[in-house]
């Protein structure tokens, strides 16, 4: 197996172009790095890339079955690693975008819904509880951060995998289709008359986060069909976007376990 010691190799240079959203959109691809989300998502990988180190330890064996692979060096790992101590393992695997009109078809589905999150940790901890909380669905509207952003990916832990998700769909689709479908749309807002646990969730619902500072738009809060808010005993103004939608998430999980 030859060694690729050079930055200027085409593969080299590919993904490090992925970094940037504009490539991972024109290529359909992604980066994965790390062990265990390598090994836990071969279906979804295109090429691996090994360390030398690493790769002389023949453990990569177990998970490539096949498909295509390079090995570089262990500095130029390091350089192309996102990560302070890599693991020596890294993966370009391709981009899925979900059918929401599919996804609708389930019997009492339950989804959450991202309205113009810019933070990839809030948006990776949300996907992440939405997978834990058995959510059939993440749609992200658009104006989100990319769902492929290596720091979502990496705040996910692995759910982007796990949990279909449907990444810059629009509006007034979404919400028509929810509509048409009778799946109650509930938005966390400040301006909330009722808590969420005074709703109904064992029906079919979509849980409706909005951005970090200003919430949900106008336009989706006027097409929501209940707005609900987090009480709040102490001094804080608000919650964590991630925080809210794991109260909410895990209040939707309870009343359907």
């Known amino acids: 197996m030859e060694i690729i010691t050079s930055r200027q190799n085409n593969f080299i240079k590919r993904l490090i172009s992925l970094d940037n959203k504009k490539y991972r959109d024109e290529y359909g691809e992604f980066i994965i790095e790390g062990e265990n989300f390598v090994s836990a998502n071969n279906e979804d990988i295109l090429t691996y890339c090994f360390s030398e180190s690493y790769y002389n330890k023949e453990t990569w064996r177990k998970y490539v079955e096949g498909k295509e692979m390079v090995v570089v060096s262990d500095e130029l790992f390091k350089k192309i690693s996102d990560t302070v101590s890599p693991q020596g393992v890294l993966a370009i695997a391709k981009k899925k975008n979900a059918i929401l009109t599919e996804l609708v078809k389930k019997e009492n589905p339950f989804f959450v819904v991202a309205e113009n999150l810019s933070d990839p940790g809030n948006l990776g901890t949300i996907i992440r509880t939405a997978d834990a909380s058995g959510a059939d669905g993440v749609i992200l509207l658009k104006g989100c951060v990319d769902v492929y952003n290596k720091k979502v990916v990496r705040s996910s832990a692995g759910s982007i995998f796990n949990v279909p998700i449907v990444w810059d769909a629009c509006t007034q689709e979404t919400t028509e289709i929810f509509k048409v479908h009778n799946i109650l749309m509930i938005s966390s807002h400040l301006s909330g008359k009722i808590y969420p646990y005074d709703v109904d969730f064992k029906r079919g619902c979509a849980i ?50």
């Open 208 to 257: 409706i986060i909005g951005n970090e500072a200003n919430g949900i738009s106008k336009e989706l809060a006027e097409r929501t069909d209940c707005l609900v808010k987090l009480p709040m005993k102490g001094r804080a103004e608000s919650l964590n976007v991630s925080i809210a939608a794991g109260i909410i998430l895990y209040e939707v999980l309870r009343q359907r376990l």
